[in-house]
């Protein structure tokens, strides 16, 4: 199991308007052609196959970070880094189960590019060997059939636009930590590749409508480097509304269903449910399987739920996101989860000196939940998601 401090992003609430927006625009074509058929929904029905394709996708876009930047700061080797951890973590039970040697070679392989780039030293070809073992990890953990649906696709270019470590949450963070403005260049990159291959089944209001955001958010990431926000007058949310509104084209032109938080009852319903399947993870001793399925209620949570909750039940939230951190390493899913985890600790340390004898030194030598394993935690993971669905009204 795996202890963390969860470091997490919250979208803000006005991303619940702009999404209901989008609806509207979703409504003008659905899957079949027709107004109002039941349109695909691929959050729900993929939900930890797309956390599975964002861990291999960050893998890649890493990698470009390193080719893009060559020689890496100390804030761009922490995020390249993140490689072998909480993105290899996100599919790597998976890759276990299905192919144990490939698991521990590409475990390995990812060390080695983050050693070469620190080193600077075989990096091109250490990069090489990762991509070939990225795709073979591809095929394996994703079913090759999803790949090519275009509504997957889709997906995940609205994860590309508004999940954390995306175009919008990128440039928002920029603003307190300045190099991760690198994850949105990136990922800018490749929300072009995918609108291009898309584009065609736009009509020209779409197409138009795409290429305006699209030049909108060229001129914020007009350079490789991090601007100057007071030079540019630049604020944290500019990026939200021009990826917003491509994401709202994107659901529109495949005629999906792409804003899961649209009813956070059901949401909280499904995630709850996802939860359960992760305990019995963790039950069986798959704590990696456990895992990914965390990583999937997380990215959901921190992106669609956390917000709403935090405003209206803050106890709740803080519970619900402390017992994450007990299971995973989740980072950039909900907004200041890192400085209360900061603020219990020192509550904690403080209660524990006052509370000494007169003279005695504090011994803190605890390694907080560090002897709790997952089959412990997650059974009170899914507890608070079950009060949290009731809260919501349902």
């Known amino acids: 199991m795996q202890r963390s401090s969860i470091l997490v992003r919250t979208v803000a609430v006005g991303m619940i308007a702009v999404g209901a927006a989008a609806a509207a625009i979703a409504q003008v074509r659905t899957a079949d052609g027709g107004a109002g058929a039941a349109k695909p929904e691929p959050f729900y029905e993929h939900t930890v196959d797309l956390s599975r394709a964002f861990g291999l996708g960050m893998i890649e876009r890493r990698l470009r970070i390193i080719e893009t930047y060559e020689t890496l700061n100390f804030e761009l080797h922490i995020q390249v880094a993140k490689m072998a951890t909480v993105d290899f973590q996100r599919f790597g039970g998976s890759l276990r189960l299905k192919d144990q040697a490939l698991h521990d070679e590409m475990f390995i392989a990812l060390w080695h590019v983050i050693q070469s780039t620190q080193a600077g030293k075989e990096v091109p070809a250490a990069i090489a060997k990762m ?48 190099w991760e403005y690198a994850n949105g260049v990136v990922a800018l990159r490749r929300i072009k590749e995918q609108w291009a291959a898309l584009a065609p089944r736009a009509d020209e209001t779409a197409r138009a409508e795409a290429q305006a955001a699209l030049a909108a958010l060229d001129d914020l990431y007009r350079t490789t480097t991090p601007p100057d926000v007071r030079e540019r007058r630049l604020t944290p949310e500019e990026a939200e509304a021009p990826a917003q509104r491509l994401a709202g084209i994107v659901e529109g032109v495949v005629g999906a269903d792409l804003f899961p938080g649209r009813d956070f009852v059901r949401l909280a319903k499904h995630l709850h449910a996802l939860t359960k399947q992760a305990c019995l993870a963790y039950d069986n001793g798959d704590d990696d399987v456990g895992d990914e399925y965390i990583y999937a209620v997380g990215h959901h949570y921190g992106t669609q739920l956390s917000a709403f909750m935090e405003l209206t039940e803050p106890q709740l939230a803080a519970g619900i996101v402390e017992l994450m951190g007990m299971l995973v390493t989740v980072d950039d899913l909900v907004e200041g989860a890192e400085k209360a985890e900061e603020e219990r600790e020192r509550q904690r340390l403080a209660a524990a000196l006052a509370a000494l004898p007169p003279g005695q030194m504090l011994d803190d030598d605890d390694d907080e939940n560090g002897g709790n394993p997952g089959w412990v935690i997650c059974p009170d993971l899914e507890f608070l998601l079950e009060i949290a669905i009731g809260k919501l009204g349902g």
Do not use: H, S
């Open 131 to 178: 991509r070939g073992l990225l795709a073979r990890a591809t095929e394996l953990v994703l079913d090759p059939a999803l790949q090519k649906d275009e509504v997957f696709r889709a997906a995940q270019t609205a994860d590309l636009l508004i999940a954390g470590d995306g175009i919008a949450e990128a440039f928002e963070e920029m603003f307190v930590e300045p």
